[in-house]
């Protein structure tokens, strides 16, 4: 009567989206401010000015001119004007033909992966690793296969890569800066995943694509380097949205770059055109393509993240629990005082405290904590991770 596979996809609920719902009816049980949620990665920074600015701006614009359908690509004006900001920003010459619009990252990967797929291709993926990207690879035909990160410092490893990648392999995903972890991908270590890519590929005379998934590629701190990843390996697909560094996530707009490096790219542009018809997106929501161009330059603000990642951090490190330093991102990867990471999140609960297990993400072990929330909630929280420690003794 109906899909099997989209019955049990609709029926198991994402972890992180139940541990939410149970946040919100337990902060209607026992107040808000007793419940300490670093469950999910929605944005605490408000949008900037600007957005509202640009809405105020297009509230007088023709209505035709807001709210009509873009080409499936995009507003050409609004893909011109990203191209530009790239351009600045990485010395690269883009232009509005390397770029197609999408409904968020959430839309750029799994159009992208529908593009490339076709059957029986392996998408090898850094793991740990966000949970949806299994729910696009395999929805769209593929196998996902789990290249764990170097557990000392969640980088790539490399040698796991070399050992992943064979000749069915059609593409890895990357993301950097990492959800859940919190790891910003050095130079070297991209260097080193780009040449085991071309040793591949020159091997297996195939072609293997590195989908980049960036929707965090502002939001790093300490000066840390986000290498822009084109520019060490040819075949790389960006995948990106406004969703956190303009604190736009229900917005729903994004984009993929197909940059000129890459092998065949305009059949790869129109292949990704052809998924996205095919998946139904039409084109990217267009009043929020023309806030883009308006906004395009608008620098993100991390100043809170930054600050909670300070407070956060010291909290831990007083109560003695161990964990991975974020260079980036909002997500704290925090290792669990059990080795069943579900068990540990759900002791914590108990203190009123909700953190991700690890399993998720596809390993055990760790949990995960979203630290884009208040400052308030990190500061209050201090006893309930006092106590939870003090379960374990
Ligand atoms: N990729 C990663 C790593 C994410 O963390 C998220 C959202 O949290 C997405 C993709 C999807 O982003 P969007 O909301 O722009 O679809």
């Known amino acids: 009567m109906y899909n099997e596979s989209m019955l049990q996809m609709g029926r198991e609920p994402s972890v992180i989206?139940?541990?939410?719902a149970y946040g919100a009816a337990r902060k209607a049980e026992i107040g808000e401010d007793k419940v300490f949620d670093f469950s999910i990665g929605n944005p605490s920074v408000p949008a900037p000015a600007s957005v509202a600015r640009a809405l105020e701006e297009l509230s007088h614009m023709p209505p035709e001119k807001v709210h009509a359908y873009t080409q499936s690509?995009?507003?050409p004006a609004v893909r011109d004007?990203?191209?530009q900001n790239l351009n600045k920003r990485f010395g690269t010459e883009y232009t509005a033909a390397n770029l197609y619009m999408t409904c968020g990252a959430a839309a750029s990967l799994s159009i992208s992966i529908k593009a490339l797929l076709e059957g029986n291709e392996e998408v090898a993926v850094v793991t740990p690793f966000f949970p949806e990207y299994r729910t696009w690879i395999e929805s769209h035909g593929g196998t996902l296969v789990k290249v764990l990160a170097r557990e000392s410092d969640f980088q790539i490893d490399l040698d796991a890569m070399e050992a992943?990648?064979?000749p069915r392999t059609k593409a890895v995903v990357i993301n950097s800066p990492n959800n859940p972890v919190g790891t910003v991908y050095s130079r070297e270590n991209l260097e080193g995943l780009a040449r085991i890519l071309e040793r591949k590929q020159a091997e297996y005379g195939t072609t293997i694509?590195?989908?980049?998934?960036?929707?965090?590629?502002e939001l790093v701190y300490g000066g840390t380097e986000v290498p822009w990843v084109p520019d060490i390996y040819a075949n790389t697909i960006v995948c990106y949205s406004w969703s956190k560094s303009l604190s736009l996530p229900g917005e729903r707009i994004g984009y993929i770059l197909v940059p000129p490096t890459v092998a065949d790219w305009e059949n790869v542009f129109f292949a990704i055109a052809g998924a996205g018809r095919a998946l139904g997106f039409v084109c990217a929501p267009a009043a929020f393509q023309q806030v883009i161009a308006r906004c395009v330059d608008e620098p993100a603000d991390i100043a809170a993240?930054?600050?909670n990642r300070v407070l956060l951090a010291s909290m831990l490190d007083e109560l003695g629990y161990e964990y991975?330093?974020?260079?980036?991102?909002?997500?704290?990867w925090i290792r669990s005082l059990e080795p069943d990471a579900k068990a540990f999140s759900e002791r914590a609960k108990s203190f009123e405290l909700l953190l991700v297990a690890s399993d998720s993400f596809g390993v055990e072990g760790w949990a995960?904590?979203?630290?884009?929330?208040?400052?308030?909630?990190?500061?209050?929280?201090?006893?309930?991770?006092?106590?939870?420690?003090?379960?374990?003794?």
């Open 73 to 75: 690509a995009g507003d």
């Open 305 to 307: 993240y930054e600050s």
């Open 368 to 393: 995960r904590l979203g630290y884009c929330i208040s400052p308030d909630t990190i500061v209050n929280s201090r006893d309930a991770f006092a106590a939870l420690k003090a379960s374990y003794a």
């Open 324 to 332: 991975i330093q974020p260079q980036g991102a909002f997500y704290l």
């Open 17 to 20: 989206r139940e541990l939410f």
């Open 164 to 166: 992943a990648v064979g």
């Open 209 to 217: 694509f590195l989908i980049s998934d960036e929707p965090y590629r």
């Open 81 to 83: 004007a990203i191209a």
